[in-house]
């Protein structure tokens, strides 16, 4: 049981190249997260997946777009990357958006350094 | 959303018990009180969490008063490995907004020797 992991853990990007980042959960989650966490801030979310088949817009949605491929995997993807989205990424995954016990799980995160 | 007040940053020593104490005035009747714990270079990681009075695991302890408007987690002995940040998160109501978790920047508990 690995949890939640995200693939690549570290990764360096021009401006204007894109990329995309893995998340994969093995807890048979039915909601999954993406956020980013700016040095000596807190954590922002970007997009979220409800359940399978349903993403929505988080509090910093503006250049990043998701795709919830299955229940396990969700990605994020920079169509053109920009030195402001240099930041650590992370993704999160818990049982149920019903649940009002909100235990969420995280990755590793991603670190992404946009020059 | 319930926004939360807790200190920038706290210092303590080893085998001494840390009291670290959120503020949330607005928090409403169904939302919980979670604490999370990061370390450095990972995601952060669940501790406790409860609606009312006490709760405790091997972990922790949450301490919250009648009013709901505050909430102390305490760490009993702590050690080295304690140094970390520190969120206090107030939980949406079900059904309403984003369904993601609001992180404040968190309490820096710095443990010394």
């Known amino acids: 049981n690995a949890g939640v992991t995200q693939t690549p853990k570290f990764q360096v990007l021009k401006t204007g190249q894109s990329m995309t980042l893995q998340c994969a959960q093995d807890?048979?989650?039915?909601?999954m997260y993406w956020y980013r966490q700016d040095p000596g801030m807190g954590l922002r979310l970007i997009y979220y997946?409800?359940?399978?088949?349903?993403?929505d817009k988080g509090e910093v949605p503006n250049g990043y777009n998701v795709s919830r491929l299955n229940k396990r995997e969700f990605s994020l993807r920079l169509e053109s990357a920009a030195p402001s989205q240099t930041s650590v990424y992370f993704c999160?995954?818990?049982?149920?958006?019903?649940?009002?016990?909100?235990?969420?799980?995280f990755g590793p995160g991603t670190r992404l350094l946009v020059l | 959303l319930a926004k939360t007040t807790q200190p920038i940053s706290m210092d303590s020593y080893e085998g001494q018990e840390v009291n670290i104490t959120c503020s949330h005035n607005n928090i409403a009747t169904n939302d919980y009180i979670t604490w999370y714990q990061q370390f450095p270079s990972q995601g952060p990681r669940f501790i406790i969490q409860g609606y009312k009075t006490k709760v405790t695991n091997e972990v922790a302890s949450l301490f919250i008063p009648a009013d709901r408007k505050s909430s102390t987690l305490s760490l009993p002995r702590v050690s080295l490995s304690d140094t970390a940040v520190y969120y206090c998160?107030?939980?949406?109501?079900?059904?309403?907004?984003?369904?993601?978790?609001?992180f404040g920047k968190g309490t820096h508990l710095i443990i010394q020797p």
């Open positions: 999160a995954s818990s049982e149920s958006p019903i649940s009002r016990v909100k235990t969420q799980y």
């Open positions: 807890m048979n989650h039915n909601s």
């Open positions: 998160l107030v939980g949406e109501p079900v059904g309403g907004g984003a369904d993601g978790l609001t």
């Open positions: 997946s409800a359940s399978e088949g349903t993403t």
